[in-house]
């Protein structure tokens, strides 16, 4: 009989980001611009049945628009709460438990904790970037998981150094699972060249440029075959009828709302790049709707804790693998990165 609680878990604590009120979040890499004008109407004009009912098996609905927006077949769509919703599922689906998760580090914080959730093994590999991936086939993981654009570090890894790693698993290698959280943001993705792989499966939300964290709403793309695994492990039920429909109308974006908002991210993102740099800073080049600002000779919690008191929130990120304690900051609107520039200046001088 396993003990309680699982050894497994004993390494784990539960997530506890500091969400204290604050004038100015540029923690959570949330939207700064609101939530879709259409999904917002739509969850102010609800009716009793949204919240009575239960809501589709498989938000056929939301794999509709998915695949109308994307031209990505039915078959090659399943949704979930959230993309770590679907990282969950993914993993139990492609893996055994004792089987090992690898990926490149500094990458997302909950991808070893939902690898040893599932009581899968956790194998972290020092690199990035356009650091070269197909070390990470040794010693044959079930799964090998990118977050491209990255977080924390915005960077993407290069479209060739991902089509070598599918390459060299082969057809009989790893699950390849690409989280898309801030494709928005980046020039290319993996979408289409999920729908045709057996190995490929590329993961998508709605907590970035749709606006809409709260709902906690994704989507995965994969061949038909592996899609249908991962609905198995990822249970019915799990996109509520609000996120469905505000979701697939946010999708479908019929007031060319996104596209202003990704363009306004990008011009800030590369506003507040320049300003750092400026400044003396280094930031790190992002393809995301955050930027990293490593902060040599300096304590990321010091630096966070001071810009709170200034009514700016960021995250941090102490001894950050290959670069040190560093800040994360969301772009933000213009008034919002020129306030985090100016506390940051009161603080660091």
């Not at 539960?14 to 259409?38: E, F, K, Q």
């Not at 098996?57 to 994307?70: C, G, N, P, Q």
């Not at 924390?152 to 790693?165: C, D, I, M, Q, Y």
């Not at 990321?300 to 800040?327: H, K, M, T, Y």
Request: charged share 25%; hydrophobic share 40%; net charge negative.
């Amino acid at each position: 009989m396993t003990p309680f609680p699982r050894p497994a878990y004993t390494p784990l604590t539960p997530y506890t980001p500091d969400r204290r009120p604050v004038a100015i979040d540029l923690s959570d890499n949330t939207s700064r611009h609101g939530p879709h004008p259409a999904a917002l109407r739509l969850v102010r004009e609800a009716g009793p049945g949204t919240l009575t009912s239960y809501p589709s098996v498989y938000a056929d609905a939301l794999r509709a628009a998915v695949s109308d927006r994307f031209d990505v077949g039915l078959e090659c769509i399943t949704t979930g709460c959230g993309s770590d919703g679907l990282i969950d599922a993914v993993f139990r689906a492609a893996g055994e438990p004792g089987e090992r998760i690898a990926y490149p580090t500094p990458t997302f914080s909950m991808v070893g904790v939902f690898a040893r959730m599932n009581g899968m093994e956790p194998l972290p590999s020092r690199g990035g970037g356009n650091g070269e991936l197909t070390p990470l086939l040794d010693p044959a993981p079930a799964v090998v998981y990118l977050c491209r654009p990255n977080n924390p570090t915005g960077e993407t890894v290069s479209r060739a150094r991902v089509e070598a790693l599918v390459e060299a698993g082969g057809p009989d290698g790893p699950v390849i699972v690409i989280d898309e959280a801030y494709a928005d943001y980046a020039d290319d993705d993996f979408l289409h060249a999920a729908a045709g792989s057996h190995r490929l499966v590329v993961l998508r939300t709605f907590s970035k440029a749709y606006g809409l964290a709260g709902l906690r709403t994704g989507f995965a793309v994969g061949a038909p075959e592996v899609i249908l695994e991962i609905e198995k492990s990822r249970g019915p039920y799990q996109v509520n009828r609000l996120a469905e429909a505000a979701a697939a109308l946010a999708l479908r974006d019929a007031e060319g709302w996104i596209p202003k908002v990704v363009a306004g991210v990008r011009k800030e993102r590369r506003r507040l790049t320049d300003a750092l740099r400026e400044r003396g800073w280094a930031p790190l080049d992002s393809d995301a709707n955050f930027v990293l600002l490593p902060l040599p000779g300096r304590s990321a919690r010091e630096v966070v804790a001071a810009l709170r008191e200034r009514g700016v929130a960021v995250r941090p990120f102490p001894d950050l693998a290959g670069i040190g304690d560093a800040v994360r900051i969301s772009v933000g609107r213009a008034e919002e990165n020129d306030r985090f520039l100016a506390a940051l200046k009161e603080v660091t001088g």
